[in-house]
T-cell receptor
Framework: ETGVTQSPTHLIKTRGQQVTLRCSSQ?????VSWYQQALGQGPQFIFQ???????GRGNFPPRFSGLQFPNYSSELNVNALELDDSALYLC????????????FGEGSRLTVL | SQKIEQNSEALNIQEGKTATLTCNYT??????LQWYRQDPGRGPVFLLL?????KEKRKERLKVTFDTTLKQSLFHITASQPADSATYLC???????????FGQGTTLQVKP
């Protein structure tokens, strides 16, 4: 039990649609990261938020965007969905300055048809 | 570009034996390396962290080594049990942020 919860657990969208995934982090964790994990692959870093500002981004296009809120919750938004966006989206929280473990949620499984 | 490689083939071992998983990396100088366990359909769960100035770390039946010259980490599970069956991910980090670079994972199957 990591204390990180994600919703929804599963969802199906069609190409061109938009999706919002949600994450609730542990209290006190002011840093949240989002990862994309395709089937059979390791997680890939999308971006990170610290104190409600994006402060690091991986090789993902601008149609991937996020928000972090003061209550330790965050969102990942993906516009103009493509088939290749089908993946498990993982939220992970920690606190700044801590080079220790990331606390992952169970993920949101997105299928794009 | 940065690259991390783990055993791509599944590792099958007999219960009670020691499982050894390998993580190799290139074009990267990590400050630390982490190992995670991931069960099907679940999020990764942290197991161990080892820093660049450490050679070895242990936690119960787990042992991790880190050789920055060879650019390699070995992950050992001694006295393996069927409950250890899962995918194991290695991840590299270079700063005190949440950005980790993950390998593709190695699936371990422990047979009774």
């Amino acid at each position: 039990e990591t204390g990180v919860t994600q919703s929804p657990t599963h969802l199906i969208k069609t190409r061109g649609q938009q999706v919002t995934l949600r994450c609730s982090s542990q209290s006190g964790h002011n840093t949240v990261s989002w990862y994309q994990q395709a089937l059979g692959q390791g997680p890939q870093f999308i971006f990170q938020y610290y104190r409600e500002e994006e402060n690091g981004r991986g090789n993902f296009p601008p149609r991937f965007s996020g928000l972090q809120f003061p209550n330790y919750s965050s969102e990942l938004n993906v516009n103009a969905l493509e088939l290749d966006d089908s993946a498990l989206y993982l939220c992970a929280s920690t606190y700044a300055g801590h080079t220790g473990e990331l606390f992952f949620g169970e993920g949101s499984r997105l299928t794009v048809l | 570009s940065q690259k991390i490689e783990q055993n791509s083939e599944a590792l099958n071992i007999q219960e009670g034996k020691t499982a050894t998983l390998t993580c190799n990396y290139t074009n990267y100088s990590p400050a630390y390396l982490q190992w995670y366990r991931q069960d099907p359909g679940r999020g990764p769960v942290f197991l161990l962290l080892i820093r660049e100035n450490e050679k070895e770390k242990r936690k119960e039946r787990l042992k991790v080594t880190f050789d920055t010259t060879l650019k390699q980490s070995l992950f050992h599970i001694t006295a393996s049990q069927p409950a250890d069956s899962a995918t194991y991910l290695c991840a590299l980090g270079s700063s005190n942020t949440g950005k980790l670079i993950f390998g593709q994972g190695t699936t371990l199957q422990v047979k009774p």
